[in-house]
């Protein structure tokens, strides 16, 4: 790859600028060979069970020995200016939350149910509050999630410390988004040690400089590994996008890499090269990066805005999704064409969801023991292996596993 050396762009052009350059050159080479290249790692092929998408028994052993030993995803928290500020999370599967700005640098996340009796406590989707008064029989919490006050407050001879305060939810903060950390206490835990070795790139997107353009939510009839795997291969792009996505994609070329436990693809548009040349600054709109965050975040840097999606299991073959799209302060005036740049992107999105749902009806009653893939999909086999380690298996059950 060689060095380029063009006036750092500014702005939602000059998004992750230090990593889409190098590899434009690069890509913009291989065109100019007329290659066809995956770059990844020579890794073979990797086969995965099938039973891992559809028995019971496997979800459960995930629930247990996965989803609490790791940082999970719970809401960007752009919206959230001033305090008092907050916002509702309803995640299927999960308990309903509220986050709440509780001072200049910090937010806090509580279960959105009234210690009372158990009513839900805030209706609104967001808002600005001192207090939030829970409906049912009208007990009172602060914005810090302490009781304020309870009517009829004579009708208890005592309140128990334990309903004096609204459950919180133990969550930090990182790349402006909040992340509920381990639910199994362990030291050794560190949401930084966690993201450090893909912390500089997320960092780059940017994400205080965006501002939230929509989300989406959706429940898809398909396990979350078949999903996850869907966004970590471009594999399927010149078949199953072949009148959405490909005409603008190259298709032919990308860079499969593994930052610890997480995942990058990187691929160019058709016009980069053209771009390239004639204006450099604006090699962003001609590139694509799709992140995993280990093991179900997916972060898309697309040329015109920035999703996360996250996915998260409520069965062994129902997945809750919920996707943020964001814009960068500086694209504001041509928020027009990021919001396309979205809808086109949702639109490809159903093409993928309808094929995975059918990919899990399939497995559902086929009688093939496994699942292959290719160099292609190096990153699949990754995400199996990283699972696998978490999970406990061997290293040669893992790469079969
Ligand atoms: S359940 Fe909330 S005040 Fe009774
Ligand atoms: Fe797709």
Excluded at 14 to 27: E, T, W
Aim: charged share 20%; with cysteine; hydrophobic share 35%.
């Amino acid at each position: 790859m060689s060095d380029t050396t063009v006036m750092l762009p500014e702005g939602g052009e000059g998004v992750l600028n230090n990593v889409f350059s190098p590899y434009a050159d690069y890509f913009i080479d291989m065109i100019g060979q007329r290659n066809t290249h995956i770059a990844t790692e020579p890794v073979g092929i990797y086969e995965s069970q099938v039973k891992h998408y559809i028995c019971q028994d496997y979800f459960d052993h995930e629930q247990k020995e996965l989803w609490k030993k790791i940082p999970q995803f719970i809401a960007p928290i752009q919206t959230l200016e001033k305090i008092g500020d907050f916002i509702t999370v309803d995640y299927q599967g999960r308990v309903p939350m509220i986050v709440s700005k509780v001072d200049d640098n910090h937010c806090a996340v509580f279960e959105n149910v009234c210690p009372h009796r158990g009513a839900r406590l805030e209706h609104n989707k967001e808002g600005c509050k001192k207090a939030f008064v829970c409906p049912y029989h009208s007990w009172s919490f602060s914005h810090q999630g302490h009781l304020i006050a309870a009517r009829w407050r004579e009708a208890f001879p005592e309140i128990p410390d334990q309903y004096r305060s609204l459950n919180s939810i133990n969550v930090q903060q990182r790349f402006s988004m909040l992340w509920q950390m381990p639910g199994e206490p362990n030291p050794d835990f560190s949401l930084e040690h966690w993201f450090s070795a893909i912390d500089e790139q997320i960092s780059d997107i940017g994400f205080e400089q965006h501002q939230l353009l929509n989300s989406r939510e959706r429940m898809i009839n398909a396990n979350w590994k078949l999903l996850i795997e869907n966004f970590i291969e471009y594999y399927h792009v010149q078949s199953l996008h072949r009148n959405s996505l490909a005409p603008t994609l190259n298709g032919q070329l990308y860079s499969l890499d593994s930052f610890a436990q997480h995942g990058r693809i990187l691929t160019p548009l058709k016009n980069l090269a053209q771009v390239r040349q004639q204006t450099p600054h604006k090699t962003r709109r001609e590139m694509v990066a799709t992140y995993l965050l280990f093991p179900n975040v997916i972060i898309g840097v697309q040329p015109y805005h920035v999703f996360v999606s996250f996915y998260h299991p409520v069965s062994v073959n129902q997945t809750w999704s919920k996707t943020f799209n964001f814009i960068h302060k500086a694209d504001e005036g041509i928020s027009e064409v990021c919001q396309l740049d979205v809808e086109y992107l949702a639109e490809a999105l159903e093409e993928d969801y309808e094929a995975i749902e059918q990919v899990q009806r399939n497995l559902e009653t086929c009688t093939a023991p496994s699942l292959l893939y290719g160099e292609a999909e190096s990153l699949i086999g990754q995400l199996h292996r990283n699972l696998a380690a978490i999970l406990h298996q061997s290293g040669k059950e893992a790469n079969r596993a």
